[in-house]
């Protein structure tokens, strides 16, 4: 069932960073926690067909995380950071994928969770690359359809918390 929110992604040319802006029909209380709660979490990660296992996951300042994915060849997919901050109002992480050729391609997330009237959630989150071409390497890698998924997939888990 697509979703009535649509995810926006700003990217402009020439910079290293991008945006992604997403409305949700559920209180910030809920969409953090579906942030922050492994069980919760590996539900909506990623595109749908893919399965998400935690390795590590520990949502608190310094903390780190882990997580594989796999599609149904049995291919898997890894990905790591580490928290900065974390707060219902913001979380502030670092993300790298394990499967470029060399390691060092280190993003650094902010994102925001903002309370609106009617119970509803903006999140905004930036995220910032060590050089346009990492940024535009993940643009075209697919990045937009997953986390479009991921984000509806995130809806229907919170029409049922």
């Known amino acids: 069932m697509p979703s009535k929110n649509k995810t926006i992604i700003t990217a402009e040319p020439g910079k ?21 709660d492994a069980d919760l979490f590996v539900q909506w990660l990623g595109p749908r067909g893919l399965t998400t296992t935690l390795e590590t996951f520990e949502p608190v300042s310094g903390g780190e995380w882990r997580f594989i994915q796999k599609d149904k060849d049995g291919n898997e997919y890894g990905f790591h950071g580490v928290f900065h901050e974390i707060s219902e109002e913001r979380m502030i992480q670092t993300f790298e994928f394990e499967g470029l050729p060399e390691s060092g391609h280190v993003i650094l997330e902010t994102t925001k969770f903002e309370a609106l009237p009617n119970g509803r959630t903006r999140l905004t989150s930036q995220s910032v ?20 998924e ?11 918390m």
């Open 150 to 160: 991921g984000y509806e997939r995130l809806d229907e888990l919170l029409v049922k």
């Open 129 to 148: 690359f060590q050089s346009v071409s990492d940024r535009d390497g993940m643009i075209q890698s697919g990045m937009e359809s997953g986390l479009s």
């Open 16 to 36: 290293q960073d991008l945006f992604i802006t997403r409305e949700f029909d559920a209180p910030r209380e809920l969409v953090f926690k579906a942030h922050t």
